[in-house]
């Protein structure tokens, strides 16, 4: 990736991620499970959801019994899902020693330890006697990050990004500056979130969830996102780092593009615009036209809202090709993974170029006049994959978009 006199090539060499399709089996039953189309989305079980239109969510099966293999008494299991992705990762770029040592971190996340202030909070308020430094180590919007560096013993910098439900790929994106800075050679990036009743409730107020049951991006008929959790991590290297140490390479992180809505805290620029605006800034950072790229990995949360912004904005920042350029969104399948989104959705295009396979988005039934480009509804779809872009739109009006390029 290159940005004004930045001229590090950065590579991906390892990825993990936790998820409800694999239930923290790892990538390899990850994208199984994707690439059949397997619906997670079911009743809720975590917590009471009586009273509300929405009762359905993406939940990983035995999530406070997953760990690391060290990482075992962690109480919040955002630290324990997020820590696994990274061992996946780590693992899988066969990443040890001094260039795991002098690694950094960059987490993408919205709520933290959401479900440690949820315990303490309660129903109460604390007391003057009570001790407080459990809440603050857990709580804290950095305290994942902060895990990630105790359990890696990373020497690298460390950073906490929350930017809604850009944070993952804004993880990703600021790590890979710091290589192409020249700053540092390796660094872990991705997102967590785990579903929690405190932002159920929130979305629940919204109006924003499925009301019959089922994430159907891009549908005419959809009737909103359903929450999910996870965690999706990338190895990000200079590519002569990489080389040097005879890693394998997946792809390249090309370009990266960010803006601003400046509108609304909770509605996109209805047009596409600020959306348009990120393509576009990504398409100059990666040096490629619109017509290069082969596959997007929508945001694609199944609202009307969403689902129509985002089918504008990828017409007009990829022009006159865009209806002929495959798009899938992986929330059909595991909901809305908030801060982990993007970070899983990066994984999705590291695997979809590695096989050339590009996952559903199930629940399609109805064509929508408003949302007509070229979806992969119900069936995995295969094809050679050498460029592709990730899209990512957040409350507040974040906007980012990631593009991948498969290493020949």
């Known amino acids: 990736m290159q940005v004004g006199n930045l001229n590090k090539e950065v590579v991906v060499t390892g990825i993990g991620v936790v998820t409800p399709l694999d239930n923290g ?10 690439c059949r189309g397997v619906n997670t989305v079911r009743p809720i079980t975590r917590f009471d959801v009586k009273g509300h239109q929405c009762g359905v969510g993406a939940e990983i099966e035995g999530l406070m019994d997953l760990h690391d293999g060290i990482s ?19 693992d899988d770029a066969l990443l040890e020693g001094d260039s795991l040592e002098n690694a950094g971190v960059a987490v993408g996340t919205i709520l933290g330890g959401i479900t440690s202030a949820e315990r303490y909070w309660g129903a109460r308020f604390f007391s003057m006697e009570e001790r407080r430094d459990d809440f603050f180590r857990e709580y804290c919007l950095d305290s994942v990050a902060n895990h990630v560096v105790k359990r890696f013993s990373l020497r ?10 850009c944070s993952g790929a804004d993880a990703i994106r600021t790590a890979a500056t710091q290589i192409s800075n020249g700053r540092i050679s390796v660094m872990l990036a991705g997102g967590v979130d785990v579903l929690s009743e405190f932002v159920f409730r929130g979305f629940s107020a919204l109006n924003a969830m499925t009301t019959d049951g089922l994430v159907k991006p891009f549908d005419k008929n959809r009737r909103g996102l359903a929450l999910g959790e996870g965690a999706g991590v990338l190895v990000l290297e200079d590519r002569f780092h990489a080389e040097s140490r005879k890693a394998r390479i997946y792809c390249s992180l090309i370009g ?8 609304h805290i909770v509605k996109p620029n209805r047009d596409g615009e600020g959306l348009a605006r990120a393509i576009s800034q990504a398409l100059m950072n990666a040096k490629v036209q619109g017509e290069l790229i082969d596959f997007v990995c929508a945001h694609g949360t199944g609202t009307s809202y969403n689902d129509t912004m985002e089918t504008k904005a990828i017409k007009r920042g990829l022009g006159q090709m865009a209806k002929k350029i495959k798009v899938t969104s992986m929330k059909s399948m595991i909901g809305h993974t908030l801060g982990a989104a993007a970070a899983i959705e990066a994984v999705t ?35 050679s994959i050498d460029v592709c872009m990730s899209l990512s739109a957040g409350f507040g009006g974040q906007n980012t978009a990631l593009i991948f390029k498969r290493h020949k």
Not at 25 to 31: C, E, L, P
Not at 72 to 90: E, G, H, Q, W
Not at 352 to 364: C, Q, R
Request: charged share 20%; glycine share 8%.
């Open 72 to 90: 075992k008494n962690d109480t919040d299991p955002s630290f324990r899902i997020m820590s696994l992705a990274c061992k996946y990762a780590v």
């Open 256 to 263: 990266a593009g960010t803006s601003s809505d400046a509108s």
């Open 156 to 165: 690298g910098p460390s950073f906490s990004l929350s930017t809604a439900c």
């Open 349 to 383: 295009c590291v695997k979809a170029m590695e096989t050339g396979t590009i996952p559903p988005t199930i629940n399609y039934q109805l064509p929508d006049q408003e949302c007509d480009l070229d979806y992969v509804v119900n069936k995995q779809y295969k094809h």
């Open 25 to 34: 089996k790892g990538v390899g039953s990850f994208w199984d499970g994707a």
